[in-house]
């Protein structure tokens, strides 16, 4: 029957909801994000986010959502009713899969029983906890808003909740940290049996608190760094983690899907300030101020930061980029067939880097970097990309 035949052949497309309200401003933090709660900006955020949602949805009829993901800012801190509100919105202006993969992201600080078993029976099936450190005084100093039993907490009430898949964030290379204490971090997570982990290295942006450390030497160098981030990498493949890409780790195939989508080149909508959509063979970008972005969408003004379409040349450049993120790696015929382009001057690349134990191949054949290549991912990518923008195109498949 015709009409089985098209639902069958609907493109996947991610949703990613930006929530641009916290608590309070991490030390490091210097993501689009409010540290008020003024009621009108959040009924303004919530109208707008909402009227966007439906007016895309009318866009995309041949699509089908398979993953939906509340970022930010902090979407537990929105509370329960706007998130149900923002996810019963998508589901009437999308088709969305029975099977889709729902996450929001939580901090423990704002993770109640009632949050927990609403956002359940909404149909979330995936949480994200911000946890970052196991250090109460690591946490002062990043300005977090909770402390490590706090977290703990918040995980057990997530369980209990009837969560069965469970991601947190760490952050490794902080203020006057050692190998040791971060060793000791991993473990001390690890005892709570999450399924995902995400590792992220400090980053000091300009104008943030946390540079102060950096002004006093007090963060680590860049050859701790590097030890840090490998020894991580040793010690949770030893714990049954899979790592998937450079900063992410699941137990036997609770990988994000979500996440994948923008390392395969999979298509995705973003809502909310800052939130950036590749749809439809273009990527746009929204606009980062809260306020321009109800006003554009309440009164029909311009929403839009950056919009490109992306031609063929670069989507191979991002091919190149974004899959060696992944363990998943490079692969020939896909890269080939999908952008008519030689492999052969990539392997070569690939293959010396593979003398320095930087670069291997998968038993599929496929190329990935190796947890040394990922240190110095960006000169191997630069390499790779330089060789395929002077490749001539194929014209025989
Ligand atoms: S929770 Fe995240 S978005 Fe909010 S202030 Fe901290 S780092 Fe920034």
């Known amino acids: 029957m015709p009409i089985l035949t098209l639902k069958k052949n609907k493109t996947p497309l991610g949703i990613y909801v930006h929530v641009p309200f916290c608590r309070s401003r991490c030390a490091y933090c210097d993501f689009c994000t409010q540290t008020s709660r003024e009621d009108k900006l959040i009924d303004g955020y919530l109208d707008a986010v909402c009227d966007h ?3 895309a949805g009318s866009l995309a009829p041949n699509y089908k959502v398979d993953t939906i993901y509340f970022g930010g800012g902090t979407p537990s801190f929105l509370g329960a009713d706007a998130l149900a509100t923002i996810l019963t919105t998508i589901r009437r202006s999308f088709d969305v899969d029975n099977n889709a993969e729902i996450t929001f992201e939580a901090n423990p600080d704002s993770v109640s029983d009632q949050l927990l078993r609403r956002m359940k029976a909404e149909g ?112 949770l493949e030893s714990r049954g983690f899979r790592q998937y890409e450079i900063s992410n780790f699941s137990r036997k195939g609770l990988y994000s899907r979500h ?71 490079l692969n020939r015929q896909e890269y080939e067939k999908q952008f008519l382009l030689p492999f052969d001057p990539l392997e070569e690349i690939l293959e010396l880097n593979r003398s320095y134990n ?37 014209t025989r498949y």
Do not use: C
């Open 259 to 329: 996440n994948m989508k923008y390392w395969t080149g999979g298509e995705y909508l973003g809502f909310g300030p800052s939130a950036a959509s590749d749809f439809a063979g273009s990527r746009y970008k929204l606009v980062s101020d809260l306020r321009a972005y109800i006003n554009g969408i309440k009164v029909g003004g311009e929403v839009m930061e950056e919009i490109e379409a992306i031609p063929l040349r670069e989507r191979a450049s991002e091919y190149i980029m974004t899959r060696l993120r992944t363990t998943a790696g």
């Open 53 to 55: 949602i439906k007016e």
């Open 358 to 394: 930087l670069t291997t191949q998968n038993p599929n054949g496929n190329w990935r970097l190796t947890p040394r290549g990922f240190m110095v991912s960006t000169k191997i990518i630069a390499d790779l990309q330089m060789a395929q923008e002077d490749s001539r195109p194929i």
């Open 124 to 235: 979330f099936n995936r949480v994200s906890l911000g946890i970052q450190s196991d250090n109460d005084d690591m946490l002062e100093k990043l300005n977090r808003p909770h402390n490590y039993s706090q977290a703990v907490h918040a995980y057990q009430r997530i369980r209990k909740a009837g969560f069965r898949n469970v991601s947190v964030d760490l952050i490794y290379g902080l203020p006057d940290q050692n190998n040791r204490q971060w060793l000791e971090t991993l473990e001390h997570v690890l005892e709570l049996m999450p399924e995902h982990i995400s590792l992220y290295g400090l980053e000091v942006h300009p104008g943030t608190p946390i540079e102060e450390y950096e002004r006093m030497g007090r963060i680590p160098d860049d050859d701790t760094f590097a030890d840090m981030y490998l020894n991580a990498v040793k010690f």
